[in-house]
């Protein structure tokens, strides 16, 4: 059984900031990649940033300069730090791990539950 869990969302004034915290647990052997999607309403989801467990990272076009992602491979933990937040910002921000749990040979992907953050003065 594993799990992801989300932290950090809330609501927040235009130019200010969060950080997102999303911690795996559970019987997991190894996490490859860890990501950060977002989904407004009425809209697909899109992915955030991304990064290896070598901490190479990718942040979309729309968040560069302002969101940084991080992890703590010790802690199976991803983190997003946002900055400058603007109100198209806000949507539910999902977090993804391509992980291989102790009973599986294969790296499969796992979601969490999703935070609201929502940009508005």
């Known amino acids: 059984q594993v799990q992801l869990v989300e932290s950090g969302g809330g609501l927040v004034q235009p130019g200010g900031s969060l950080r997102l915290s999303c911690a795996a647990s559970?019987?997991?052997?190894?996490?490859?990649?860890m990501g950060w999607y977002r989904q407004a309403p009425g809209k697909q989801r899109e992915l955030v940033a991304r990064?290896?467990?070598?901490?190479?990272?990718y942040h979309a076009d729309s968040v560069k300069g302002r969101f940084t992602i991080s992890r703590d491979n010790a802690k199976n933990t991803v983190y997003l730090t946002m900055n400058s937040l603007k109100p198209e910002d806000t949507a539910v921000y999902s977090c993804?791990?391509?992980?291989?749990?102790?009973?599986?040979?294969?790296?499969?992907?796992?979601w969490g539950q999703g935070t609201q953050v929502t940009v508005s003065s």
């Open positions: 993804n791990a391509d992980l291989r749990t102790l009973t599986s040979r294969m790296f499969n992907a796992y």
């Open positions: 559970g019987s997991i052997f190894s996490i490859n990649r």
């Open positions: 990064i290896t467990s070598g901490g190479d990272t």
